[in-house]
C-alpha cells in the first residue's frame, strides 16, 4: 500500500495569491485529517535565507545562471532535511514554491532549461504543481512590501510565458487567479480531490 504523503506544490508570478490560497488548502486538509506541513523556497534554512537577502537588495543581479545553481543548493537541501522525511512519514506536504520556479524565472533570465532540469534530478516530482495565473501588473499591484531583484514587469511578463508553456507541456495545472478568492479556493479544492481520489483507487487495488 502506498502509504507516502502527498506533495503538492503553488507556483505563480508575485502576488498571484499563493500564500493566502496555500493557508486556506492546508487549513481544510487539517480539518479533514492529514497532518499538513507547510513549506516553502527559498527555505527558511541558511542558502534560503542567503538568497532572500540577496533577493531584496535590488539593485545589482547575479548571473542568472548563478542564482539557478543556488536555488538548486537551497532545494537539494530542502528535498533532503524537510521533503522526503515528511513525505516519509505519510505527511502532506504543500510548498510554496519548487523547481518550476526556477525554470521561470531563472529560464526567463536566459538560462537553459534543460540544464536547470538536469541539476534538479534529484528532486522528487510533485503529485500536484499549481499554476495561480495572473497578469503581472495586477500582481505587482498586490504587492506591497519593497520588491525583489525579480519583480519587474516586463521580466515577469517572460516569467509567465514559461510558466504557461508548463501548463501546456501538462507539468504544471492552470488557475485563473484573478477571479474572486472563494472560485480560485474551489478551483483549487476540487484539482486536491481529483488527486486524493485517485490516489485512494489507487491504494484500495
Ligand atoms: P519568495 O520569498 O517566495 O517571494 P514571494 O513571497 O513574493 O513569492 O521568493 C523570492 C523570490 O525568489 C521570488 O521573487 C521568486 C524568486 N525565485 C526564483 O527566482 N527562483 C526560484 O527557484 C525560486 C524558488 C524563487
Redesign the pocket.
Known amino acids: 500500500m502506498d502509504k507516502r504523503g502527498v506533495f503538492i506544490v503553488f507556483e505563480g508570478i508575485?502576488g498571484s495569491g499563493?500564500?493566502t490560497h496555500i493557508k486556506i488548502l492546508a487549513d481544510e486538509l487539517r480539518r479533514r485529517g492529514h497532518n499538513v506541513l507547510q513549506t516553502?523556497?527559498?527555505s527558511k534554512d541558511r542558502i534560503g535565507n542567503f538568497?532572500?537577502r540577496y533577493?531584496e537588495r535590488n539593485d545589482r543581479r547575479l548571473t542568472p545562471e548563478t542564482?539557478a545553481l543556488l536555488?538548486a543548493a537551497d532545494r537539494f537541501e530542502h528535498v533532503k532535511k524537510v521533503l522526503k522525511p515528511a513525505l516519509r512519514r505519510g505527511r502532506t506536504v504543500i510548498s510554496?514554491?519548487y523547481i518550476y520556479?526556477?525554470l521561470a524565472?531563472?529560464g526567463a533570465g536566459g538560462v537553459s532549461l534543460d540544464w536547470i532540469r538536469e541539476m534538479n534530478r534529484f528532486a522528487p516530482k510533485p503529485d500536484l504543481a499549481i499554476l495561480l495565473d495572473i497578469l503581472p501588473e495586477f500582481g505587482l499591484q498586490r504587492?506591497e512590501r519593497k520588491k525583489?531583484v525579480?519583480?519587474v514587469s516586463d521580466y515577469l511578463r517572460k516569467v509567465r510565458e514559461i510558466y504557461l508553456r508548463l501548463v501546456e507541456q501538462g507539468e504544471l495545472k492552470r488557475i485563473d487567479a484573478d477571479k474572486p478568492k472563494t472560485l480560485v479556493q474551489g478551483e483549487v479544492l476540487a484539482l486536491v480531490e481529483e488527486l486524493l481520489e485517485k490516489r485512494t483507487g489507487k491504494t484500495g487495488s
Open positions: 508575485d499563493k500564500s516553502s523556497e527559498p538568497i532572500r533577493a542564482e536555488f510554496d514554491r520556479s526556477t524565472y531563472q504587492v525583489t525579480f519583480e
